[in-house]
């Protein structure tokens, strides 16, 4: 059982460039969400999904673009990478059963902008 | 606004000690609270979770405690042995059925033998 499993693990981007990081579940969970990772910030959730064609802004939505067209996948999209972008971003998923299930987290994608 | 708060940033204790680590939110009323593990360059485990209703929940040597009236809970590490050294970080989920789940900054805990 793979879990949450982010793809790439690392990525150097210049200012301007765009990319998408991946993220998919295999275990059939409801609801995904994306975070990422400062040093003195903690984890800031930039946006979810409650399930295959909903999804929600977080804490900290802007520059990004998310979609779900599937249960199993979640990509983020940066549309124009810039060095405040600089972070370690991950994916998590729970289950359903009213909120009381545990988040699973990826092993997280770090990323540079240069 | 909801805020997490654990205290201290970081911890630094010789092997076989009973620990204390500590987390304080301002809203109480939560959902429920969940308990993390980070080692470094990983994501986060889940450790326990306890729902609003439950004053606590147990596995292992862990334990983990619920007071939502004061806005705290702690989680209590029994025998600590130098693998339990990572960063240990609080959530909390809003009332509500929110996605948004609110965390603290963590707490780092080293075990030295």
């Known amino acids: 059982n793979a879990g949450v499993t982010q793809t790439p693990k690392f990525q150097v981007l210049k200012t301007g460039q765009s990319m998408t990081l991946q993220c998919a579940q295999d275990m059939n969970h409801e609801y995904m969400s994306w975070y990422r990772q400062d040093p003195g910030m903690g984890l800031r959730l930039i946006h979810y999904s409650v399930g295959a064609g909903i999804t929600d802004q977080g804490e900290v939505p802007n520059g990004y673009n998310v979609s779900r067209s599937t249960t199993e996948d979640f990509p983020l999209r940066l549309l124009s990478a810039a060095p405040s972008q600089t972070s370690v971003y991950f994916c998590?998923?729970?289950?359903?059963?009213?909120?009381?299930?545990?988040?699973?987290f990826g092993d997280g994608t770090r990323l540079s902008i240069l | 606004k909801q805020e997490v708060t654990q205290i201290p940033a970081a911890l630094s204790v010789p092997e076989g000690e009973n620990l204390v680590l500590n987390c304080s939110f301002t809203d109480s009323a939560i959902y429920n609270l969940q308990w993390f593990r980070q080692d470094p360059g990983k994501g986060l485990t889940s450790l326990l979770l306890?729902?609003?209703?439950?004053r606590e929940q147990t596995s292992g040597r862990l334990n983990a405690s619920l007071d939502k009236s004061s806005g705290r809970s702690t989680l209590y590490i029994a025998a600590s042995q130098p693998g339990d050294s990572a960063t240990y970080l609080c959530a909390v989920y809003p009332q509500g059925g929110s996605e948004k789940l609110v965390f603290g900054k963590g707490m780092k805990l080293t075990v030295n033998p």
């Open positions: 306890i729902q609003s209703s439950q």
């Open positions: 998590a998923s729970r289950g359903g059963g009213g909120g009381n299930q545990p988040q699973h």
